[in-house]
């Protein structure tokens, strides 16, 4: 159960930069490609002739060439035309609305009359030229709110990350869960601990020493229907933590967009944005590099507790302190789909004229 009347992340532009791209999202089978001028468009990924997928076809003059008998595509889901035949009657397939934005392709899988971009979050980090931006993707079985649990939890760390940004202290830090508005905020802040092997190479790439105490803290933030942003750094310690100067720390934004694919599985866009030496590639690959494999070594864990689920679903699972942030994001999942499930009844009775 996800909102599908909201923006999610649904590739990167060199996924759709010389072909079309298939890609389910929400449970809808979706192509992306670049129509006229370049311009990403979205139809249902579904031929109007036989049911081809049109992914499987090419793009030609802007417009989507179906790879089975021709037909063509046009970006508002009418069929253009098909090699010796009239199109007119043709049916229309579904489009969605597409946003190119911050280095990612925005979709809304909802009513595309809906779609208003002004509600695509804003990004500075993606904006502005102080800060450097890397990321990947991954796809994983598992229901999306399983990734927002594990996001608004990073007591995982210790025993997942164990060798990379994994410490005892993180389990011994008190950590604190507030509800602002539409937005889950867990934070957790650690002093006078050595840093991690992560912070440590972080530190020396930021020309800092890494073999003195430092000050620590994750600050994770949930906005529906599913994207985690969280400040993460280390400062050396006694100089203020968090709000230390620039020039003793070593600080990101781990940026985490996960979109349901199926209702147990989802494309992961994942990535780090710094505001320290942003002009160096090097380090933004090294660090890209690192943070994939940190990952990568949530993917089996997720994998195997859906699995659970799925074979125990009369399990009622336990809802610790540790777990508050990812039970306060439900909420705001869940009352987000109520309120898209009370208005498509609203507009059944509209449309069987009962009201
Ligand atoms: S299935 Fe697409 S043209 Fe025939
Ligand atoms: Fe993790």
Redesign the pocket.
Known sequence: MFPKNAWYVACTPDEVADKPLGRTICNEAIVFYRGHEGKIAAVEDFCPHRGAPLSLGFVRDGELVCGYHGLVMGCDGHTQSMPGQRVRGFPCNKVYAVEERYGFIWVWPGEAAQADPELIPHLEWAVSPQWAYGGGLYHINCDYRLMID??MD?T??TY??ASSIGQKEIDEAPVSTKVEGEMVVTSRYMENIMAPPFWRAALRGNGLADDVPVDRWQICRFTPPSHVLIEVGVAHAGNGGYEADARFKASSIVVDFITPETDTSIWYFWGMARNFKPGDQQLTDTIREGQGK??A??LEMLERQQQNLLRHPERNLLKLNIDAGGVQSRKIIDRWLAAEQSALIATDKVAAGQV
Do not use: Q, R, Y
């Open positions: 594990n996001l990073l995982h760390e997942v990350h940190i990952f070594e949530d």
